[in-house]
Structures are given as structure tokens and as C-alpha cells.
């Protein structure tokens, strides 16, 4: 493996190595950390040879869709649910696992689009999750021997074995198989119910008793809307839910080998009828229709900034405490020098008690710099604690505190709060501790802890969340 790199403080301004020009492979020139040191170059080359021509997980008529829908959000006229698991695994796959976080998904845009008003842009954790980046090389297993850090399962096992810790390139295209089959049963789930009750349904099985309320709300809203001649039930607008996938773009190696040229505006993946039009030409990712980069690999004279300024899709960047206003410009300069409105997603993940002092400097230079970017709260990753016990947990009263600060600077600095991005399972695990409906105790938590790496939301926590956001997306337009 490559050294564990440290988060970025973003507050050095590097020069950028090497020259402008760009190509799928031109990240190889970089510097690339978080990446493994495959035993076998040569069977690792075949397998790249061999995505290259497997067909696109997602079409860029798809991605300029979602790129016209963060455009909206940006300017406060949609927002963006992203959410699901930490990181996908090989074992844990299986239908009823997909089927939950899209149910889960649907509840929670339903929930917040019935309390905002605001057309919700579903994007999922899914379909392409599989590697995590690591702080620190080794590992001590449960036996005290150490170990190469698990990176998931798209580079190697997690069996707490070293010779299961090598890294098989035959995984990548394991990963790629399992994405694809994800996408097809998401695909025909969007299409697969006709009555809209179905959905609402969502909300009373994740929410129990105390959401039945708001669920006979949205009932009588789609009754006054039948009631005023507009077909619900049947209506595409209604049944047929636009979904789209993402990940954090770490294995360069994949995403270098389903990136493909777009020489022609094509139809394929497009709608006459949907605004966003065919793809523009260039190089589009077809891994997923957005993908992010995280703050251990946004280096400004590295690899994954390098490859991400090249292609078309929407990219997000992960910025936290740490982060200075003078490095946030920089990159965005970098990712986005056209800057196109919809391109950037700035995911912002600060802590419940930061947000409040580190986010507003960040949004006054943006605003000042005249940059287009959709605002994202990821109000997880850093209000991670351990129990007595040392079991990792994330408080659901610590994560909403992080939202709803969010909110508030926004609304202080005159700014638009754009989305929010969620580790979260529709099934009913105990990872997080509290919960508004039946909350996880620190005794609980062994109960059904199943995460492979941060601990996620349940159904019940996760709808709670998504109806705090839509109550604020609704006091935000009431002000």
C-alpha cells in the first residue's frame, strides 16, 4: 500500500506539477496515495483492459440530468438527499439490501418534499462504495497481530488474515458486476410501483405511531390533488422516481477504466422531455453519475484532483475543520475553472460544535469569489465517538445538532443550504445511538451492529432526519 495520507488542512497553496494537458490515465504522473500495491501489475493491467470494455454502469445523458437538478439546488430550487452505506461489501449484498435503502430513500424524499415544497434529488451510496480510505497502514487484529488496514472489499478481504489482506485486482471486477446488478434492480424498482399509497406506506412502516400524522397529511395533499383533476396514481412524475448513484472516487485504477469520451451529443440515457438535454462532449465517468473526493486525497498536486478536473460529472468535495477559504477557492478554481453551475458539490463535515465558527468563512469567499457550488452538510463523519466499551457510535443528538447548525449559519450569512449526505441502511441495525421512536441504548448496540466500517443511521433514525431537514427547508422558505 501507499503511505496513509493525513487530511489535507487546505491551508498551502501547491504549485500544480507537470503540464495542463488532460487524459484519462495523465493522474498516473501524480502523486497517489490511498492506493494498493498490487503484487501483479500484469493481471492487473488485463483486468483494466477488460472494465474498459465491459458497457457503462450509467449513461452521461443520466449525469447531465443530475447536473441540471444541483444546478436548481444550488440556486435553492431543489435539494439533495444523498445517502447509504458506509461501504458496501461483497457478503452483506443481496436484493433485500438494495431494496431497503431505495425504500428508505423514497420515504425520506416524500417526507421532505411534503414539508419543503422543493423537488428532493435522490442520490444514492450505492452501486460502486466499496473502497474506504484509511488513516494508518496497519491493523491490529482481535490476536494482536498486525495487518495491512482494511480498504474494503473491491481491493481485498476483510478477513483479519494477512495473506486475505492482498490486494486481487479479480475484485475490481467482482465490484463492477455487483454495481451493475445493483443498478438493474434499482432501475426496475423506480419503475415497479404504480400506486403512489405505496409510497407513503414507507413513511408508517419506518416511522411507527408517532409519523402517522404526517402521513395522513400528505394523503389528504394527494386527494386535493386528484381532487383538482391531476391523475396521481399512473402519473410518471409520481411512480417513476429519477434516482442516481455515487462514491467516493479512490481507486483510480477503476475509475480511470469506465471513464468514457462522449465525441457526439447522444440520446442515449436522455429524455426530449427532461430538462438537462444530451450529454455535452467530453469525457464522462460511467462508474457512477457523481463522485467525490475526500479530504485525505484533495491535494491539489495530486492524483485524484488531476483526474477529477477532466471529466463532465458532478463532483463533490468533502472540506472540514481544517479547511482554509484561500485552499477551498483554489480547488474549486482547479475542478471547476468554467464555473458551471451544478458542477461542484461542496460536502461540509465539521462537527456539531465547528460548524458554527469554521463554515462561515468558507461561505463568505465563496459568495465573494462569485463561485457556483451546492452547499452539502455530511453531519456523520465528525461526530464519531467510542463508547466505555470502544465501540465506534455516532449520537443521532450530536447529528442533528450538526444539521441544524448548518442550517442556521446559512440562514445568518444569507446563503443556501443545497442538500445533505447521509451513512444510513434501511434495515433496522443499532450503530447510532439515540433515535426519537425506539432509541439505541450503549447496551443495545451489540444487538445488530453490522456496519464494515462507520456506523449508519437505521430506517427510523434516518426518516427522522430527513423530516428534521424538511421542517427547516420549510421554516427557510416561510422567512
Known sequence: MTS?????????????????????????????????????????????ARLA????????GETQRLKASLAAAGRGEAFVLQGGDCAETFEDFSSTSVEAT??????????????SGLPIVKIGRIAGQFAKPRSALMEKTADGLEIPSFRGDIIHSSDPDEAARVPDPERLVRAYS?????LNMLRA????????????????????????????????????????????????????????????????????ALTRRVTTPSTRGSSSNVSGGAPSEGWWNTSAHMVWVGERTRQLDHAH?????????????????????????????????????????????MGAEKVWRKLPPLLRAVTAAGKHVVWSCDPMHENTIKTAAGVKTRPVDLILNEMNAFFSVHAAEGTIPGGIHLEMTGL????????????????????NYKSACDPRLNGTQALEMAIAVGKRLRERSRA
Open 4 to 48: 496513509a495520507s493525513p487530511t489535507s488542512s487546505g491551508s498551502e497553496a501547491l504549485p500544480i506539477a507537470g503540464d495542463d494537458k488532460w487524459a484519462p490515465d495523465s493522474w498516473r504522473r501524480f502523486p497517489a496515495l490511498q492506493q494498493p500495491e498490487y503484487p501483479d501489475a500484469v493481471a492487473l493491467a488485463e483486468v483494466e
Open 53 to 60: 470494455r465491459n458497457p457503462p454502469l450509467v449513461f452521461p
Open 102 to 115: 431505495f425504500r428508505l430513500l423514497i420515504a425520506q424524499v416524500i417526507a421532505m418534499s411534503y414539508l
Open 178 to 182: 455487483q454495481s451493475a446488478a445493483s
Open 189 to 256: 424498482l423506480a419503475k415497479s410501483t404504480s400506486a403512489m399509497s405505496e409510497w407513503t406506506d414507507l413513511i408508517s412502516t419506518l416511522g411507527g405511531p408517532a409519523q402517522r400524522d404526517l402521513v395522513e397529511r400528505i394523503e389528504d395533499a394527494l386527494s386535493f390533488v386528484s381532487a383538482c383533476g391531476v391523475a396521481v396514481e399512473g402519473n410518471a412524475a409520481f411512480r417513476e422516481p429519477e434516482f442516481y448513484t455515487s462514491h467516493e472516487a479512490l481507486l483510480l485504477p477503476f475509475e480511470q
Open 305 to 349: 484532483v488531476e483526474f477529477l478536473r477532466g471529466i463532465s460529472n458532478p463532483i463533490g468535495v468533502k472540506v472540514g475543520p481544517t479547511t482554509e477559504p484561500e485552499y477551498l477557492l483554489q480547488i474549486l478554481e482547479r475542478l471547476n475553472p468554467m464555473n458551471e453551475e451544478g458542477r461542484i458539490m461542496v460536502i461540509v463535515r
Open 428 to 447: 433496522q441495525v443499532t450503530e447510532c445511538l439515540g433515535g426519537g421512536e425506539n432509541p439505541v441504548s450503549e447496551r443495545s448496540l451489540a444487538d
